[in-house]
């Protein structure tokens, strides 16, 4: 039992560069979520997924594409880096029963982009 | 919107102390609290769930208190070591967002010197 994995744990983009992080879950969790986290600024929801097959913006979605086609994997989309997208990026899934919806967070991706 | 603050954002003590990290929240209408821990470098590690309807949770050395009236959660750690090193968050499950967004705080730094 794995729990939340992500691929890759760093990556090094030049402006204009596009990549794919994959997040993947084995506790058969209905809930996914992409979040980043910057200095000073905390965490912050970019986008999340309630179910395969439908995905919803967040506090920072602009720059930012989601895709959840199967129900274990969220993947998170960057068509045209950024320097403003340096970050380190944390995926995490929950269960959809209330009134728990404890998060399980992945490792983490540190992404620079230069 | 919610807003969830820390205090301290750093706090640097002997082995040996009882610690209390505070959090606080502006929106009482949440549906459970929860606290992390961040070592550097790595993910976050879930350390206590309180639901809205309970006033604390225990984990072996460590207590979460909530008190939802006042808008307020604290942290005990008795005892603290050196391995408590690390950044502890908390994160509120806000009654009113959509299905499982969390709001986090900016975190407390704490370092347990020997």
């Known amino acids: 039992n794995a729990g939340v994995t992500q691929t890759p744990k760093f990556r090094v983009l030049k402006t204009g560069q596009s990549m794919t992080l994959l997040c993947a879950q084995d506790?058969?969790?209905?809930?996914m979520y992409w979040y980043r986290q910057d200095p000073g600024m905390g965490l912050r929801l970019i986008h999340y997924?309630?179910?395969?097959?439908?995905?919803a913006k967040g506090e920072v979605p602009d720059g930012y594409n989601v895709s959840r086609l199967k129900k274990q994997n969220f993947l998170l989309g960057l068509e045209s880096a950024a320097p403003s997208q340096t970050s380190v990026y944390f995926c995490?899934?929950?269960?959809?029963?209330?009134?728990?919806?404890?998060?399980?967070f992945g490792p983490g991706t540190r992404l620079t982009v230069t | 919107k919610q807003e969830v603050t820390q205090i301290p954002a750093a706090l640097s003590v002997p082995e040996g102390e009882n610690l209390v990290l505070n959090c606080s929240f502006t929106?009482?209408?949440?549906?459970?609290l929860q606290w992390f821990r961040q070592d550097p470098g790595k993910g976050l590690t879930s350390l206590l769930l309180?639901?809205?309807?309970?006033r604390e949770q225990t984990s072996g050395r460590l207590n979460a208190s909530l008190d939802k009236s006042s808008g307020r959660s604290t942290l005990y750690i008795a005892a603290s070591q050196p391995g408590d090193s690390a950044t502890y968050l908390c994160?509120?499950?806000?009654?009113?967002?959509?299905?499982?967004?969390?709001?986090f705080g900016r975190g407390t730094q704490l370092t347990v010197w020997p």
């Open positions: 995490a899934s929950s269960s959809a029963g209330l009134p728990i919806y404890e998060q399980y």
């Open positions: 506790m058969n969790h209905e809930y």
């Open positions: 997924s309630v179910g395969e097959g439908t995905t």
């Open positions: 929106d009482s209408a949440i549906y459970n």
């Open positions: 309180i639901q809205s309807s309970q």
């Open positions: 994160a509120a499950l806000h009654r009113g967002s959509t299905l499982g967004r969390l709001y």
